[in-house]
C-alpha cells in the first residue's frame, strides 16, 4: 500500500487529541462502560478518515498484457511496406493469448487510433488515413502512451522506415521508460522508388536592375539518366536538358537582365525514371535592387488607376490588381493598398493581417461606399489592423429615418421548401418556419432604431395588411402585438406590396427612407423590377433579403435596382441579424458629404512641409484608435490620415476615396503625385535593400541575415508556414554581421520570414523574406536513422526486430494495478459514527436485548398451559425480596414505552 497524500497523516494526532478531550470533560447521558465504548468507536471512525483522507491505494500485481501495434503511415511508406505491416500484425494476434489486449494506430504528422485497445483475434485491414506530409514518430509514442492503461505489461511495437521529419524520438522514449513501457522497433526496408528532386535553389538575395542573375540549382538522384530542368524567372522560361547522375547534380543557370522587384526564381526538374512527383520544384526570391513594388488593390473598375498613376510617377512601382493576391504572391509585393474595398473572408483577411504583424509589411486602405463601415469592417480583423474604428460614434446618430419592414406572409413561409433552386417548383415544407424567423428579425431592427424614427410592418400574401402602422416607433407591446399577428396563409404577390409601402413612404416626413423586403421569392411577378426602379426614383432605397430559394435572380437585381444590399439567406439561423445589420446600416449616416478642407494634426513625415490641399467633397466617418497618429483631419475633427505600428509592420487609413466623386480636385492637384507618393513611403518596411537571405535546403529553410549590430545583439526570425502557424525561431550568430538559423518544412505552400535584430535598447535592423516550398520535408532525400530503432529499444528495454510470436512476451516491468481504499475506510468511518451515536444516547443494559426482540418478533400462539409451582434448585441460594439493580430513569421510560407496544 502506498499514500498519495502521507502528509494527513500528521494530523492524527492532535484530531484524536480534541476528539479526547470533548469525550473527558463533555457531558453523558449513559453509564461509564457504555461512554467508554463510544468515545472508542469515535476515536476508531475519526483515524479512518484521517487515512482516508491521506488517499491509500491497495496495490497488486497485474498478469494483463497490452500490446499496440504503431504503424508508419507517411508518404515515405510505399505499398509494399504497408502489406509488410499488415501482414505483421495478422501473425502476431495468431500468437496472442485469449486474455491479451490489442490495439492498432497509425502515424505521420499526427496519430489516430485504428482499432480501440480490447481483445482483438481477427486481423482487420487499415482503414484509418493520416497527414503522410510528415513523420512525427516522437508525439506518436506520447500520445500511444496516453492510450495504455497503467496496469499489467505495457509494449508498444512501432513499425517504420526510421525516417523522422519532426520531433525526437529519443526524448519521448525516455518518458515511456520512466512510465514502464517497453517500445519495440521493427525497421522497414521501403526501398526507395527511383526519385529526382531539386534540393536547393541558390540565387543572391539582391542584385541590380539589368544585371544578368546567376543561379545555382542542386539536384539529387537515385538514379542516373537524361532529364530537363526548367528554370522560371519572372516572364523568362529556361528548359535546359540535363544528364543526372545518382547523388548529387549542381546545374548553374543564367538569367538575362532582370527588372526591378522581387523575383521569383522557381526551377523544376522532369526526369522519366522520376516516380516522386512532389519534390520536383525548388524556388528563391531575389530583391532585384530599385524602387519599392506596391499592390493597388481596386474593388470598382478604375477607382485605382489615378492612384496607380501617381504612384509610378512618383518612384513607386506600383501594379493595379483586381483582388487581394494569395500568401505565395503576396510575397512579391512590398506593400499593399486597398481602394474602396469591402471586407474579404476570413482566410484573406488573416493572411492580410500576417502580412503587416508577421512579415512587416505595409497596408494603405482607402476610403469610399464600399469601405470602412460601409464595407462590413465592423468587428472584423481587418479593422483590428487599421488604426481606425468604422463606428464613427458609438450607434449614436442624428438624422431620423422611416422605415417600413415588407414581409412575406404567404403559405411558402411556413416551412424551408429547400431544393428548390432558382427556378424550380416548390414542394412540401420542411425544416425551419421562415415566419417565426422574420417575426424575431423584425422585432430586434425595431428595437435597433431611435424613438424618433418612423417604422411600419406590412404583410403581403395575395393582398397587404399593415400589421404595424407607419408611425414613430411604439411601445414594444405594441410591437410585439403587430409582430405575433404574422401568420403565413395564401399565395405570394410581391408588386402589390411594394407600391403600398412606396406610397406611405412617400407621404414620411423623413429624409432618410428606406425598405426591406423578406421573401423566399416563390411566385412570378413581371413588374417587380419595375416597381424598384420606381422605389429608387422616389428616393427610397430597397434591400432584400431572400431564403435561398424561390428566384434569387430576381430579388437580386430588385435590390440593385433600389440601391441597396441583397442578402441570399442560405444561412437562415443568420436572418434576425441581418434584419438589425440593415436597419443599422441605414440607420448611421456613415458618409459625411459637402465641401470639406483638410486640417493638420499631429506631425509626420507625410504632412512635414505641407501647407495647402484642395477640398474633399466627402468621406466615410470612423474613430480613432488610441495609439493612432492622426496627420490630417476633416470635419469637425475625424481622422482623414491615420497612421500606426502593427506588429513588424504599419497600416494607415485614408477615410476619403482617390477618386473624381470625392477627390476631383486632389486628382487635378499638382502636389497629388507628392502626397501619394509620401503616404504609401510611410508605411513601407526599413531594410528594403538588405532582406534575410532565405533559402530551401532539402526540405528545411535556412535563414541567414547580416546586420552591423553590438555584440549583445540578438536575433530572431518569425516564420508563417502555409498553413498560418507563426513560430519564433532564435538565430545562432555565426560571425561578426551574420545570423543564421534552420526551420523544418512542415508542409508545401508560403512561407515568409521576418528578421528582427535587437538590443536591449532597442531595435537595431530588421528585414522580411520568403519563399514557396515546394514539398514537405517528408519528401525531401533522407536517409533512415538506422541507429535510431536500437536507441529506442535500449532505452525502453525493448526488442529490436522482434518476431511475430515474441510480441506478446511479457514487457521487463510491469505497471501495478492499484486501487483507492479511502470509499471503504469512509464507509467504515461512518457505520462507526452512527455506532457511536446510539451508544451516547440509548442505554444499553443486561436483558435489554429479550426486551427489545420481545417487542419487536411478536409471540407465538400457544395453547396455555396449568401453572405449576417450581422450587429452586437447591444450590441456588433465593433472591431476598426487594434485592435488585439500581433502575436508571431512561430505562423505566423505555420500558414503558416496548410494554405498551407489545400489549396493542
Not at 405449576?868 to 420500558?895: F, Q
Request: aromatic residues 4%.
Amino acid at each position: 500500500m502506498r499514500l498519495l497524500s502521507p502528509w494527513w497523516l500528521a494530523a492524527l494526532p492532535v484530531v484524536l487529541g480534541i476528539a479526547w478531550i470533548v469525550a473527558r470533560y463533555g457531558r453523558r447521558a449513559v453509564p461509564h462502560r457504555q461512554h467508554l465504548v463510544a468515545v472508542g468507536l469515535r476515536m476508531i471512525g475519526l483515524a479512518l478518515l484521517v487515512l482516508a483522507l491521506a488517499q491509500p491505494l491497495w496495490i497488486r500485481d497485474s498478469s494483463e498484457k497490452t500490446v499496440l501495434f504503431l504503424l508508419d503511415r507517411s508518404a515515405s511508406i510505399d505499398g509494399q511496406a504497408r502489406v509488410v505491416q499488415e501482414q505483421f500484425v495478422a501473425d502476431a494476434l495468431d500468437q496472442a493469448a485469449p486474455e491479451d489486449v490489442v490495439g492498432v494506430a497509425v502515424f505521420g504528422t499526427d496519430l489516430r487510433v485504428d482499432v480501440a485497445l480490447a481483445p482483438l483475434r481477427v486481423p482487420q485491414p487499415v482503414r484509418t488515413t493520416v497527414d503522410s506530409s510528415g513523420t512525427d514518430l516522437a508525439g506518436a509514442l506520447r500520445a500511444s502512451a496516453a492510450v495504455l492503461p497503467t496496469e499489467g505489461s505495457r509494449r508498444i511495437v512501432v513499425l517504420t522506415d526510421a525516417v523522422e521529419t519532426s520531433g525526437d524520438a529519443r526524448i519521448a522514449a525516455r518518458e515511456l521508460a520512466e512510465a514502464g513501457i517497453a517500445v519495440d522497433v521493427i525497421a522497414l526496408d521501403t526501398g526507395r522508388s527511383a526519385d529526382a528532386l531539386v534540393t536547393r535553389v541558390d540565387a543572391p538575395v539582391t542584385a541590380r536592375q539589368g544585371e544578368d542573375l546567376v543561379v545555382d540549382v542542386t539536384v539529387a538522384a537515385t538514379a542516373s539518366g537524361d532529364a530537363t530542368l526548367l528554370v522560371e524567372a519572372g516572364d523568362d522560361v529556361i528548359p535546359l536538358p540535363v544528364t543526372l547522375q545518382a547523388g548529387t547534380n549542381r546545374v548553374q543557370v543564367t538569367i538575362p537582365g532582370v527588372d526591378t522587384g522581387i523575383l521569383r526564381v522557381s526551377a523544376s526538374i522532369d526526369a522519366p525514371f522520376d516516380q516522386v512527383p512532389e519534390n520536383d520544384t525548388g524556388e528563391a526570391l531575389v530583391r532585384v535592387l530599385g524602387p519599392a513594388r506596391v499592390g493597388v488593390v481596386e474593388a470598382l473598375l478604375g477607382e485605382g488607376a489615378d492612384l496607380v498613376r501617381a504612384l509610378n510617377a512618383g518612384g513607386i512601382d506600383a501594379e493595379l490588381l483586381d483582388g487581394i493576391p494569395g500568401p505565395d504572391d503576396l510575397l512579391l509585393y512590398d506593400a499593399m493598398v486597398l481602394v474602396n474595398v469591402p471586407t474579404p473572408g476570413e482566410a484573406v483577411t488573416a493572411d492580410i493581417a500576417a502580412y503587416v504583424e508577421d512579415l512587416g509589411r505595409g497596408l494603405l486602405v482607402v476610403g469610399g461606399d464600399q469601405a470602412y463601415g460601409l464595407g462590413g469592417y465592423q468587428g472584423s480583423e481587418l479593422e483590428d489592423l487599421l488604426p481606425v474604428n468604422s463606428d464613427p460614434d458609438d450607434l449614436i446618430r442624428r438624422t431620423p429615418i422611416a422605415e417600413v419592414l415588407v414581409i412575406d406572409t404567404s403559405g411558402s413561409m411556413a416551412d424551408c421548401h429547400c431544393g428548390g433552386g432558382l427556378t424550380g417548383e416548390a414542394r412540401e415544407g420542411i425544416g425551419v418556419n421562415k415566419t417565426d424567423i422574420s417575426r424575431a428579425g423584425a422585432g430586434l431592427a425595431i428595437s435597433a432604431l431611435q424613438e424618433t424614427d418612423r417604422v411600419g410592418i406590412l404583410a403581403f400574401t395575395s393582398g397587404t395588411r399593415w400589421a404595424l402602422d407607419l408611425q414613430t416607433k411604439p411601445a414594444a407591446n405594441v410591437v410585439a402585438s403587430a409582430i405575433n399577428s404574422l401568420v403565413p396563409d395564401g399565395d405570394t404577390e410581391i408588386t402589390p406590396a411594394l407600391q403600398e409601402a412606396l406610397a406611405a413612404l412617400q407621404e414620411a416626413p423623413e429624409e432618410i427612407k428606406h425598405m426591406v423586403l423578406f421573401t423566399d421569392g416563390w411566385g412570378d411577378d413581371a413588374r417587380s423590377l419595375d416597381v424598384a426602379q420606381e422605389i429608387a426614383d422616389a428616393g427610397i432605397t430597397l434591400s432584400v433579403l431572400g431564403t435561398g430559394e424561390g428566384t434569387g435572380e430576381t430579388l437580386r437585381r430588385m435590390a440593385a435596382l433600389g440601391g441597396g444590399q441583397y442578402y441570399p439567406g442560405r444561412d437562415l439561423d443568420a436572418v434576425p441579424e441581418i434584419f438589425v445589420e440593415e436597419t443599422l446600416r441605414v440607420a448611421r449616416p456613415l458618409i459625411a458629404e459637402g465641401d470639406f478642407f483638410p486640417s493638420l494634426g499631429a506631425a509626420s513625415q507625410v504632412t512635414a512641409g505641407l501647407t495647402a490641399a484642395p477640398p474633399l467633397q466627402g468621406y466615410v466617418l470612423t474613430r480613432p484608435k488610441d495609439t493612432a497618429v492622426i496627420a490630417l483631419e476633416i470635419g469637425p475633427g475625424d481622422p482623414l490620415l491615420a497612421t500606426w505600428q502593427r506588429g513588424l509592420g504599419r497600416a494607415s487609413a485614408w477615410t476619403s476615396d482617390a477618386t473624381a466623386r470625392w477627390s476631383a480636385d486632389w486628382v487635378t492637384w499638382d502636389g497629388f503625385v507628392d502626397f501619394w507618393g509620401r503616404v504609401v513611403s510611410d508605411v513601407l518596411p526599413p531594410g528594403l535593400d538588405n532582406p534575410p537571405e532565405v533559402r530551401l535546403d532539402g526540405g528545411a529553410i535556412e535563414v541567414r541575415f547580416d546586420a552591423d549590430a553590438p555584440l549583445d545583439a540578438s536575433g530572431v526570425a518569425t516564420v508563417r508556414d502555409s498553413d498560418g502557424n507563426v513560430s519564433a525561431i532564435p538565430l545562432q550568430r555565426t560571425g561578426g554581421t551574420t545570423f543564421e538559423g534552420r526551420v523544418p518544412v512542415s508542409t508545401s505552400g508560403a512561407y515568409w520570414v521576418a528578421v528582427t535584430v535587437e538590443t536591449p535598447d532597442g531595435l537595431v535592423a530588421q528585414g522580411s523574406n520568403g519563399l514557396v516550398a515546394g514539398y514537405a520535408d517528408e519528401f525531401a532525400f533522407r536517409e533512415a536513422d538506422t541507429q535510431l530503432p536500437t536507441d529506442l529499444a535500449d532505452i525502453t528495454e525493448g526488442r529490436v526486430g522482434p518476431t511475430a510470436a515474441e510480441v506478446f512476451d511479457p514487457a521487463p516491468r510491469r505497471g501495478a494495478a492499484e486501487r483507492p481504499l479511502w470509499p471503504v475506510l469512509v464507509a467504515i468511518a461512518l457505520a462507526l459514527f452512527l455506532l457511536d451515536v446510539g451508544l451516547r444516547r440509548l442505554v444499553v443494559a443486561r436483558g435489554d436485548w429479550r426486551v427489545w426482540r420481545e417487542a419487536v418478533v411478536p409471540a407465538r400462539s400457544e395453547r396455555p398451559k396449568a401453572l405449576t409451582a417450581k422450587a429452586p434448585p437447591p444450590d441456588e441460594p433465593e433472591e431476598p425480596a426487594g434485592s435488585s439493580r439500581e433502575v436508571h430513569p431512561e430505562e423505566e421510560t423505555l420500558g414503558r414505552l416496548l410494554r405498551r407496544k407489545r400489549d396493542r
